[in-house]
């Protein structure tokens, strides 16, 4: 059988936890064979608590590079930070000529600990160029907000009406993270195909080394679909995924702690229940 290509367009956290560095070993740790766009490179200041600067790379090395990867024939591709409205358009209309259905946004808005959006106008830019191309989009509860234009939601109820409402402005599949700040006792995704309301549940990981999580959650799921798998069974294997790389979250130093990527297949899946809710 042949090999599948992955391709992501995102950027590189220096730090190897999120971004590019996430979605490649995540990529490798699904058999597939993984591919970089690079949009930003994001460096952190050990002098200055850990403080991220962000540097953005031209448009034109952006489009050279999305050029080379999708001449390969790409089975799926991922988009993570996406720092302009430029950049986004780019994306989309990249993604539009490629024509592949196989299309995972992760719609970045922030970085962990920085809590403004990058830059206001991406919220839009988003709605307008990706969704409508998205076989599915993998918002947090904040962005989940953003894109539907309601508050953040705090309950599955809530998720309930963004994923409905995101799902409206054209993505195929919508799945809220709730993450920790969801009021749940368990760790709680919500999947959402248009018809039916699907609640992900495992158990909460007692670590705060999370970093690079969703970006390692949805380079599973464009993985996973690259590989043939259904859009719900390619969610359901990636919460597998990246639940059992968070329960083996570590310290890298006192600022940043990554997730695990490999864990999964060193150590095992962990258990997964999903409820029609
Ligand atoms: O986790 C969001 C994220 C995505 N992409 C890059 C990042 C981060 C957060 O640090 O650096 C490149």
Not at 19 to 43: C, R, S
Not at 88 to 113: F, R, W, Y
């Amino acid at each position: 059988m042949r090999l599948k290509k992955t391709l992501t367009i995102a950027g590189s956290d220096t730090s190897g936890g999120a971004g590019i560095a996430a979605d490649l070993k995540t990529f490798q740790e699904h058999g597939t064979y993984g591919m970089t766009a690079l949009t930003v490179i994001v460096t952190m200041d050990p002098d200055n608590k850990w403080s991220h600067s962000v540097y953005s790379l031209p448009i034109d090395v952006l489009k050279a590079q999305i050029k080379t990867a999708l001449s390969t024939g790409i089975d799926a591709i991922k988009t993570g930070m996406l720092s302009t409205e430029e950049v986004i358009q780019t994306a989309g209309n990249a993604i539009a000529e490629s024509k592949l259905d196989h299309v995972v946004i992760d719609p970045v808005m922030v970085c962990k600990g920085e809590d403004e959006v990058l830059n206001p106008g991406t919220v839009d830019a988003m709605i307008e160029f990706l969704l409508p191309k998205a076989e599915i989009v993998t918002p947090n509860l904040f962005e989940a907000g953003q894109l539907a234009g309601t508050k953040t939601p705090k309950t599955v109820e809530d998720m309930k009406v963004a994923a409905e409402k995101i799902h409206a402005l054209g993505a195929r599949n919508v799945v809220i993270k709730g993450g920790k700040q969801l009021v749940h006792d368990k760790a709680v995704d919500l999947f959402y195909d248009g018809k039916t309301f699907t609640l992900l549940e495992a158990e909460k990981a007692d670590t705060d080394y999370n970093h690079g999580a969703g970006c390692t959650f949805a380079a599973a799921i464009t993985a996973n679909l690259a590989n043939g798998l259904d859009v719900k069974d390619a969610v359901i294997e990636a919460k597998t995924f990246v639940t059992a790389a968070i329960s083996n979250g570590w310290k890298l130093n006192e600022f940043v702690g990554p997730v695990l990527h490999g864990a999964k297949n060193k150590y095992g899946a962990p258990e997964i229940t999903t409820t029609e809710v």
